[in-house]
């Protein structure tokens, strides 16, 4: 089976393990891949929809994966037991709907051994939940497929919980020790983000009656502060 570069920089971070539960799974790739490379003995394939898990059952007979994968039909983590809680992949979805899985299942994600998460937005404030709430991020790693760059994030529960400045959230303070080859199209991506936030902010009208902030929002100073240090951190390499 060949997994575009999103789905194989997942597969690559998979430990050896027991059970892998791949939550919003789609197509099923991910499980069938780590049973049949022997990544994991078991794997359960879980999503929302009932569309997916067909897509799923149909991949799982094409490829020889009967009796290795399951799938599971709920919301988050809620079909997943207590004891298949190995090691959990969540990906392709926002960041603060994994958050919300998380948070839901909040006893689940901490018994995991390592949770697997690519967020496709919003990484600031799933790295920000995390820490706060106890799980380390113990790695990230970058992805590029079709054209844009994904991450994702290893992290376990130590309930050890920390507090870090706008800046770490945002970009991704292990990513800067990473030595990904992707870091500098990563920054410069994120730079252009920030820019065309500030120049947003700063050609609309001051008397504009705005809607509340999100929030995971991040006020045009802070936004500043950050874009001025990935320029100069951008200048260093």
Same mark, same amino acid.
């Given at each position: 089976?060949?997994?575009?570069?999103?789905? !194989?920089?997942?597969?690559?971070? &998979?430990?050896?393990? $027991?059970?892998?539960?791949?939550?919003?799974?789609?197509?099923?790739?991910?499980?069938?891949?780590?049973?049949?490379?022997?990544?994991? !003995?078991?794997?359960?394939?879980?999503?929302?929809?009932?569309?997916? /898990?067909?897509?799923?059952?149909?991949? &799982?007979?094409?490829?020889?994966?009967?009796? $290795?994968?399951?799938?599971?039909?709920?919301?988050?983590?809620?079909?997943?037991?207590? +004891?298949?809680?190995?090691?959990?992949?969540? +990906?392709?979805?926002?960041?603060? /709907?994994?958050?919300?899985?998380? +948070?839901?299942?909040?006893?689940?994600?901490?018994?995991?051994?390592?949770?697997? @998460? $690519?967020?496709?937005?919003?990484?600031?404030? @799933?790295?920000?939940?995390?820490?706060?709430?106890?799980?380390?991020? #113990?790695?990230?790693?970058?992805? #590029?497929?079709?054209?844009?760059?994904?991450?994702?994030? +290893?992290?376990?529960?130590?309930?050890?919980?920390?507090?870090?400045?706008?800046?770490?959230?945002?970009?991704?303070?292990?990513?800067?020790?990473?030595?990904?080859?992707?870091?500098?199209?990563? @920054?410069?991506?994120? /730079?252009?983000? #920030?820019?065309?936030?500030?120049?947003?902010?700063?050609?609309?009208?001051?008397?504009?009656?705005?809607?509340?902030?999100?929030?995971?929002?991040?006020?045009?100073?802070?936004? &500043?502060?950050?874009?001025?240090?990935?320029?100069?951190? /951008?200048?260093?390499?």
């Amino acid at each position: 089976m060949k997994l575009n570069n999103r789905l !194989r920089t997942i597969a690559a971070e &998979i430990p050896y393990c $027991q059970t892998l539960a791949d939550i919003g799974t789609d197509h099923g790739y991910i499980p069938i891949y780590a049973v049949k490379n022997r990544i994991c !003995r078991k794997a359960l394939a879980s999503d929302l929809r009932i569309g997916p /898990l067909e897509k799923a059952n149909e991949n &799982i007979r094409r490829y020889g994966a009967e009796g $290795q994968v399951e799938t599971r039909l709920g919301n988050g983590l809620e079909p997943i037991l207590h +004891s298949e809680c190995d090691v959990i992949v969540i +990906s392709g979805m926002g960041g603060l /709907l994994i958050k919300d899985i998380l +948070s839901k299942s909040f006893d689940k994600a901490k018994q995991a051994e390592l949770l697997l @998460l $690519q967020p496709n937005n919003a990484a600031d404030a @799933l790295r920000k939940w995390l820490s706060e709430n106890g799980f380390d991020i #113990l790695a990230e790693n970058l992805a #590029l497929d079709a054209g844009k760059i994904y991450c994702v994030i +290893s992290a376990k529960w130590t309930g050890s919980t920390a507090k870090k400045d706008d800046f770490s959230y945002y970009v991704g303070e292990k990513l800067l020790t990473s030595g990904n080859p992707l870091l500098t199209a990563y @920054l410069e991506k994120k /730079l252009k983000e #920030l820019d065309t936030i500030i120049t947003g902010r700063e050609k609309a009208k001051p008397d504009k009656v705005r809607r509340a902030p999100a929030p995971n929002d991040m006020d045009t100073e802070t936004c &500043i502060m950050i874009r001025d240090r990935i320029r100069s951190y /951008l200048e260093t390499m």
